[in-house]
């Protein structure tokens, strides 16, 4: 059986993979959010799949609350086999709409977005070298690729394009050896975040996603896909 940790499980994206995950049932999945207390679909979950899934309290912008997730995840398992670094914000007007930028909300969504899946990973590293062709998904986004021309979000661009190079950085640094890095955008999905215009349902997106990450392997290290698993331009 697979160990799966999933961050910011309780909505959205997360929420659709670890659902999918679930009704594979051959992982465990380990679920973090920063409130587990408010995550009511996923407690639910948690208390009809009781073997199969563990809620863990994450906030990662905390590196005390990461570090005490990560020791909670050695208290349950010897190895992690995937870690699919899905916490994210988009920001308000502040870090998106020239005129109305402020350093503060620009940096705070840049370092949400990007900085913490780093030291997630980092903290996850031990673990994830024990485990079965273990692999580190960064759930990026077509907006942060330096091919697209558009204009406004401002943070969640460049916070994406800056998870985008963490994930090439991993993919070829010795400390990560054996453990494969990619980053993967899920697509427009309909979510707080992606509105309810948007082309994909969380389940459209997260089912396909999750048979991109069941076959990847150490030639796929380093590279940029979308969720259907065609390769994206950085």
Request: charged share 20%.
């Amino acid at each position: 059986m697979q160990n799966i940790l999933i961050t910011g499980a309780n909505r959205g994206i997360g929420l659709a993979l670890t659902k999918e995950y679930l009704a594979k049932g051959d992982s465990r999945v380990f679920a973090s959010c920063r409130n587990p207390a408010g995550a009511a679909e996923l407690n639910a979950l948690a208390e009809t799949n009781f073997e199969q899934l563990r809620v863990l309290q994450m906030d990662v912008t905390d590196e005390a609350s990461i570090n005490r997730a990560a020791d909670a995840l050695r208290a349950s398992t010897d190895a992690l086999d995937a870690l699919i670094n899905n916490a994210g914000i988009s920001g308000d007007d502040h870090a998106r709409i020239m005129g109305k930028l402020t350093a503060t909300e620009v940096s705070h969504v840049i370092s949400t977005n990007a900085v913490s899946a780093l030291i997630v990973t980092q903290a996850c590293r031990e673990l994830l070298k024990k485990g079965d062709n273990p692999r580190v998904v960064m759930i990026s986004s077509g907006l942060g690729s330096l091919s697209r021309a558009d204009g406004s979000a401002y943070a969640y661009r460049m916070s994406k394009a800056a998870m985008n190079m963490a994930a090439r950085v991993l993919a070829f640094d010795g400390a990560m050896a054996g453990i494969t890095t990619v980053t993967v955008a899920p697509g427009w999905v309909r979510t707080d975040m992606g509105g309810a215009a948007a082309s994909l349902s969380p389940k459209e997106s997260a089912s396909s996603m999750l048979a991109l990450f069941s076959r990847l392997s150490g030639a796929d290290n380093g590279k940029f896909y979308r969720y259907d698993g065609a390769e994206m331009d950085w």
